[in-house]
């Protein structure tokens, strides 16, 4: 992974600008020792790794502002770090930038059932979100596989998705409002508790930049009434076209689950052996759910499992109560966690039309016998966001490479039929490379103009998202 | 102009001598009318692309809304975010297309259930003030791949770019639906009851509220849709958690319903009003919108209200009309000689409305005004500094030269 080469000026100045971030920040806030910084070397793209400048975790709006000014006079990058749970190595550093760590700010500001948001610092854990308002009735939608560590503000950057976001949206469809900081220390509140901002919709173009135009410390975020139940069925096929064909008359006829979610056989296998939820052995797997009142899941799945009959499934298993429930989901959840048992993997996040899946999934399996590497595939398949784990061996030389190459392709043959490079993770450092292949040049462009204008000075999390022969020249400043 | 390709714009807009009025079916266009040639997209048309499996179309930018909702409707499916038809608000003919409905994220009643119109586009492509074509998004469900100019775009009322073609997420159109109504509550206790309904589990996808003919009888109205049984049920379990609100009348009658929310959509109760506002608030503020009014500037006779109010999205979206009658008494708050009564009254109320957002949190933008008063006020909510710089700046690379639909968000 080519990193941009570190500004030895800016390394020179490190005496200097750790002063002045003293003098804004308490002692606890700016992490100068090299024993300490190594705990920001890297997020969860774990292959890569670079301790940054300085850390610092400011506590407030008004401190972030106060860093940001001293780094924008000073000329040193920024790099904004949530949690740190990017699978794309969106908070990834650079040696001569400052991370900026918003963890600490993690408080709850305004709660507000009547008119259904909430105001969080962006530090505050997805999953805690819903933590403060679940006992009166309400919870915020988008669901990250990592909500218990990932934070709002990472959310954001990324405009994170999760399992349910086909009934519910991903992150920037439940945004209403941000306070953010810009690279100048400009404090700017964009949005707010009010839907659909006047003018430009810049709250949407903020959501998705990846921490480049601006460090987000604050958020005003929809919240929605429980449903009054919740109910997944299991349903096995005997191979991935009759299952891909499933999902697509599912959607057709009209009901609109909470989720789909997808496993084919080596993810089972894994899964199996690991969390043993005793799935049934077969080619495909989907767990569909559907919410309500009683009677209305009974009549819903009942149409599902009408539908899945007519495909000739290996097994159908509703959930008969809250425990069934509990194991028909435990396999889905450790999915990630199985396969990192029995191997290392790479994680993709290509999106593909739903009518394309079965194809997809037929070459992912040639490539995969090409390759010579395995592949487990677990997705969300009512919106063709596919997750295929690519296992390699860490220890064995080159291996990581070729799980690389593999992985491009994958993505390639994702953006041919229609789709993109990334559904939910972001482009980050892992998939900046190839953004050329679904965008020219102009495209690109337009992109870069929206980050001149946030971000002059290009100080921003610069080596992310874009080649980086693409913005040299901006960067260079 | 009239360009019948995607080619054809890029050379219009890269030949064009100057400014350069953007118009798709010429329905819904706001704020001041920009000088210059009229561009038409009306020629780019057709649907390419359309996979109920999938909930996406692909349509040219001028493509009629009708023609894509047929094309649905016979899958059974729709565009969900229930943009509204301003012809007879406005007093404007032609044909509503996709290409306006998205330049003017024209979003419906049920934008409080399924989001804005800006949350169902999901790719585009548009041609900028240079000519240059430029493709964002895609047509798949999620994607995070790069910055989303899909939403700068959605909702920049021409300013941009011109677009050429949409891709958007439809969805299923449900079996039936129904509505709750609750009659003679005021706008708090509507407000009160709207999010009473809209905070619990039973998925109302329309709250509204508003007078009804020239009575003072209110309705507060609720929608349900979904499979048969599941409206029924969760029709007699809305009424029962409503019932300290007053008895509930329940409309079971599909059609009925969804000519009532058709016409709270296309908002024409107000069609005979020469001033119409909408603004955004937190429904909650809504009650100083009165008390300011009443204590801080129409504190005088004979008008108690100066004018008329309906709420949407649960009180989220406030409807301000007035009549002329109303306009020509704002007018005797803080007369001027020199000015029509009329435009005079429109511009004092209009500007109170713009105070009042600044002060609340939330904006109010004109969308029909006596002749005149677009030219004297902000039709758009003025911006905060660091915004309006932002703006600016994005303006003055997508349109260097200014020349596209200039000065129409002021």
């Given at each position: 992974?080519?990193?941009?080469?570190?500004?030895?000026?800016?390394?020179?100045?490190?005496?200097?600008?750790?002063?002045?971030?003293?003098?804004?920040?308490?002692?606890?806030?700016?992490?100068?020792?090299?024993?300490?910084?190594?705990?920001?070397?890297?997020?969860?793209?774990?292959?890569?790794?670079?301790?940054?400048?300085?850390?610092?975790?400011?506590?407030?709006?008004?401190?972030?502002?106060?860093?940001?000014?001293?780094?924008?006079?000073?000329?040193?990058?920024?790099?904004?770090?949530?949690?740190?749970?990017?699978?794309?190595?969106g908070?990834?550093?650079?040696?001569d930038?400052v991370?900026?760590?918003?963890?600490?700010?993690?408080?709850?500001?305004?709660?507000?059932?009547?008119?259904?948001?909430?105001?969080?610092?962006?530090?505050?854990?997805?999953?805690?979100?819903?933590?403060?308002?679940?006992?009166?009735?309400?919870?915020?939608?988008?669901?990250?596989?990592?909500?218990?560590?990932?934070?709002?503000?990472?959310?954001?950057?990324?405009?994170?998705?999760?399992?349910?976001?086909?009934?519910?949206g991903?992150?920037?469809?439940?945004?209403?409002?941000?306070?953010?900081?810009?690279?100048?220390?400009?404090?700017l509140?964009?949005?707010?508790?009010?839907?659909?901002?006047?003018?430009?919709?810049l709250?949407?173009?903020?959501?998705?930049?990846?921490?480049?135009?601006?460090?987000?410390?604050?958020?005003?975020?929809?919240?929605?009434?429980?449903?009054?139940?919740?109910?997944?069925?299991?349903?096995?096929?005997?191979?991935?076209?009759?299952?891909?064909?499933?999902?697509?008359?599912?959607?057709?006829?009209?009901?609109?689950?909470?989720?789909?979610?997808?496993?084919?056989?080596?993810?089972i296998?894994?899964?199996?052996?690991?969390?043993?939820?005793?799935?049934?052995?077969?080619e495909?797997?989907?767990?569909?759910?559907?919410?309500?009142?009683?009677?209305?899941?009974?009549?819903?799945?009942?149409?599902?499992?009408?539908?899945?009959?007519?495909?000739?499934?290996?097994?159908?298993?509703?959930?008969?109560?809250?425990?069934?429930?509990?194991r028909?989901?435990?396999?889905?959840?450790s999915?990630?966690?199985?396969?990192?048992?029995?191997?290392?993997?790479i994680?993709?996040?290509?999106?593909?039309?739903?009518?394309?899946?079965?194809?997809?999934?037929?070459?992912?399996?040639?490539?995969?016998?090409?390759?010579?590497?395995?592949?487990a595939?677990?997705?969300?398949?009512?919106?063709?966001?596919?997750?295929?784990?690519?296992?390699?061996?860490?220890?064995?030389?080159?291996?990581?490479?070729?799980?690389?190459?593999?992985?491009?392709?994958?993505?390639?043959?994702?953006?041919?039929?229609?789709?993109?490079?990334?559904?939910?993770?972001?482009?980050?450092?892992?998939?900046?490379?190839?953004?050329?292949?679904?965008?020219?040049?102009?495209?690109?462009?337009?992109?870069?103009?929206?980050?001149d204008?946030?971000?002059?000075?290009?100080?921003?999390?610069?080596?992310?998202?874009?080649?980086?022969?693409?913005?040299?020249?901006?960067?260079?400043? | 102009?009239?360009?019948?390709?995607?080619?054809?714009?890029?050379?219009?807009?890269?030949?064009?001598?100057?400014?350069?009025?953007?118009?798709?079916?010429?329905?819904?266009?706001?704020?001041?009318?920009?000088?210059?040639?009229?561009?038409?997209?009306?020629?780019?048309?057709?649907?390419?692309?359309?996979?109920?499996?999938?909930?996406?179309?692909?349509?040219?930018?001028?493509?009629?809304?009708?023609?894509?909702?047929?094309?649905?409707?016979?899958?059974?499916?729709?565009?969900?975010?229930?943009?509204?038809?301003?012809?007879?608000?406005?007093?404007?003919?032609?044909?509503?297309?996709?290409?306006?409905?998205?330049?003017?994220?024209?979003?419906?009643?049920?934008?409080?259930?399924v989001?804005?119109?800006?949350?169902?586009?999901?790719?585009?492509?548009?041609?900028?003030?240079?000519?240059?074509?430029?493709?964002?998004?895609?047509?798949?469900?999620?994607?995070?791949?790069?910055?989303?100019?899909?939403?700068?775009?959605?909702?920049s009322?021409?300013?941009?770019?011109?677009?050429?073609?949409?891709?958007?997420?439809?969805?299923p159109?449900?079996?039936?639906?129904?509505?709750?109504?609750?009659?003679?509550?005021?706008?708090?206790?509507?407000?009160?009851?709207?999010?009473?309904?809209?905070?619990?589990?039973?998925?109302?996808?329309?709250?509204?509220?508003?007078?009804?003919?020239?009575?003072?009888?209110?309705?507060?109205?609720?929608?349900?849709?979904?499979?048969?049984?599941?409206?029924?049920?969760?029709?007699?379990?809305?009424?029962?958690?409503?019932?300290?609100?007053?008895?509930?009348?329940?409309?079971?009658?599909?059609?009925l319903?969804?000519?009532?929310?058709?016409?709270?959509?296309?908002?024409?109760?107000?069609?005979?009003?020469?001033?119409?506002?909408?603004?955004?608030?937190?429904?909650?503020?809504?009650?100083?919108?009165?008390?300011?009014?009443?204590?801080?500037?129409?504190?005088?006779?004979?008008?108690?209200?100066g004018?008329?109010v309906?709420?949407?999205?649960?009180?989220?979206?406030?409807?301000?009309?007035?009549?002329?009658?109303?306009?020509?008494?704002?007018?005797?708050?803080?007369?001027?000689?020199?000015?029509?009564?009329?435009?005079?009254?429109?511009?004092?109320?209009?500007?109170?409305?713009?105070?009042?957002?600044?002060v609340?949190?939330?904006?109010?933008?004109?969308?029909?005004?006596?002749?005149?008063?677009?030219?004297?006020?902000?039709?758009?909510?003025?911006?905060?500094?660091?915004?309006?710089?932002?703006?600016?700046?994005?303006?003055?690379k997508?349109?260097?030269?200014?020349?596209?639909?200039?000065?129409?968000?002021?």
């Open positions: 992974m080519e990193m941009p080469v570190v500004d030895a000026a800016v390394v020179a100045r490190k005496p200097a600008l750790v002063a002045a971030l003293q003098q804004v920040l308490p002692q606890d806030a700016v992490i100068v020792e090299t024993a300490e910084l190594r705990a920001y070397e890297c997020d969860a793209l774990t292959a890569y790794r670079c301790p940054p400048l300085v850390a610092v975790l400011p506590r407030t709006t008004t401190e972030v502002s106060a860093v940001l000014r001293i780094c924008h006079a000073m000329g040193v990058p920024v790099v904004p770090r949530g949690s740190g749970t990017s699978l794309a190595g908070a990834l550093p650079t040696g930038c991370i900026l760590g918003v963890a600490r700010m993690n408080a709850v500001l305004e709660t507000d059932y009547a008119n259904r948001f909430i105001r969080v610092q962006a530090g505050r854990t997805n999953l805690s979100v819903t933590g403060a308002v679940e006992s009166d009735g309400f919870f915020y939608a988008p669901d990250p596989s990592s909500q218990l560590a990932c934070a709002i503000a990472g959310n954001i950057a990324m405009n994170s998705g999760g399992a349910h976001c086909l009934k519910y991903v992150t920037t469809n439940n945004l209403l409002g941000v306070t953010l900081v810009q690279m100048d220390g400009t404090v509140e964009i949005g707010g508790p009010y839907l659909d901002a006047p003018g430009l919709d709250l949407g173009v903020i959501c998705g930049s990846e921490g480049q135009l601006g460090v987000v410390t604050e958020a005003w975020l929809r919240i929605l009434p429980k449903p009054e139940g919740a109910r997944p069925v299991l349903i096995g096929f005997d191979s991935n076209e009759v299952a891909g064909a499933c999902v697509s008359d599912i959607i057709k006829a009209g009901v609109l689950p909470v989720a789909i979610e997808f496993m084919d056989r080596p993810c296998e894994a899964t199996e052996a690991f969390a043993k939820a005793g799935y049934p052995m077969c495909a797997l989907l767990i569909v759910e559907v919410e309500g009142a009683r009677a209305e899941i009974d009549a819903q799945l009942g149409l599902i499992t009408a539908i899945a009959r007519r495909h000739n499934p290996v097994e159908i298993r509703e959930a008969a109560d809250e425990d069934e429930a509990r028909i989901w435990l396999g889905r959840k999915a990630f966690g199985a396969m990192g048992q029995i191997s290392d993997y994680c993709l996040d290509g999106t593909i039309p739903v009518s394309s899946l079965p194809y997809v999934l037929r070459r992912i399996g040639e490539m995969s016998a090409q390759y010579g590497l395995g592949v595939n677990v997705f969300h398949a009512g919106d063709g966001n596919m997750h295929p784990l690519i296992l390699f061996d860490a220890n064995k030389p080159g291996d990581l490479e070729l799980c690389e190459a593999f992985g491009a392709d994958v993505l390639k043959l994702c953006v041919e039929v229609g789709g993109c490079l990334t559904g939910e993770h972001g482009v980050g450092v892992e998939k900046r490379d190839l953004m050329k292949v679904q965008f020219t040049s102009e495209d690109m462009e337009a992109q870069l103009w929206v980050k204008v946030f971000d002059p000075g290009w100080l921003l999390n610069p080596a992310k998202v874009f080649p980086l022969d693409v913005t040299a020249e901006r960067r260079a400043g | 102009m009239r360009p019948d390709t995607e080619q054809e714009l890029a050379e219009a807009l890269r030949g064009a001598a100057g400014s350069l009025r953007i118009v798709g079916g010429g329905t819904r266009a706001i704020g001041r009318v920009p000088p210059g040639d009229v561009l038409e997209t009306g020629a780019l048309a057709g649907i390419s692309l359309y996979e109920p499996g999938a909930l996406t179309m692909i349509a040219a930018a001028g493509t009629p809304l009708a023609e894509i909702k047929a094309a649905l409707a016979s899958d059974t499916q729709r565009v969900a975010f229930e943009p509204p038809d301003m012809r007879r608000l406005l007093g404007r003919e032609g044909v509503a297309t996709i290409g306006g409905v998205v330049a003017a994220n024209a979003s419906g009643p049920r934008r409080i259930q989001g804005a119109c800006r949350d169902h586009i999901l790719g585009l492509r548009f041609v900028d003030g240079m000519g240059r074509v430029i493709r964002n998004g895609g047509r798949v469900m999620k994607n995070v791949t790069g910055y989303d100019l899909v939403k700068l775009l959605c909702g009322h021409g300013s941009l770019g011109v677009l050429s073609e949409i891709s958007f997420k439809v969805l159109a449900p079996e039936t639906q129904a509505s709750l109504c609750l009659h003679g509550l005021d706008e708090a206790q509507a407000v009160a009851a709207m999010a009473a309904a809209l905070g619990s589990p039973y998925e109302v996808t329309g709250a509204a509220h508003g007078v009804i003919g020239t009575g003072f009888a209110s309705v507060t109205r609720l929608r349900l849709e979904g499979f048969s049984p599941s409206v029924a049920y969760r029709l007699r379990e809305l009424a029962r958690l409503l019932a300290p609100f007053g008895e509930a009348e329940l409309e079971e009658d599909a059609s319903s969804r000519l009532k929310w058709q016409e709270m959509r296309d908002v024409t109760a107000f069609a005979d009003h020469p001033f119409v506002a909408r603004l955004s608030i937190k429904p909650s503020d809504f009650a100083g919108l009165y008390f300011d009014a009443a204590n801080l500037f129409f504190a005088r006779p004979p008008l108690r209200r004018f008329d309906m709420l949407d999205w649960g009180g989220g979206l406030v409807w301000v009309a007035a009549t002329a009658r109303q306009l020509a008494e704002n007018a005797q708050v803080a007369p001027d000689r020199g000015v029509e009564p009329e435009l005079h009254g429109a511009k004092l109320l209009f500007e109170y409305l713009q105070s009042f957002c600044a609340e949190c939330g904006h109010a933008t004109l969308l029909k005004a006596p002749p005149g008063l677009a030219a004297r006020v902000q039709p758009f909510q003025p911006e905060s500094a660091g915004i309006a710089a932002l703006t600016r700046g994005l303006r003055a997508f349109d260097p030269r200014g020349i596209l639909n200039q000065g129409v968000m002021g």
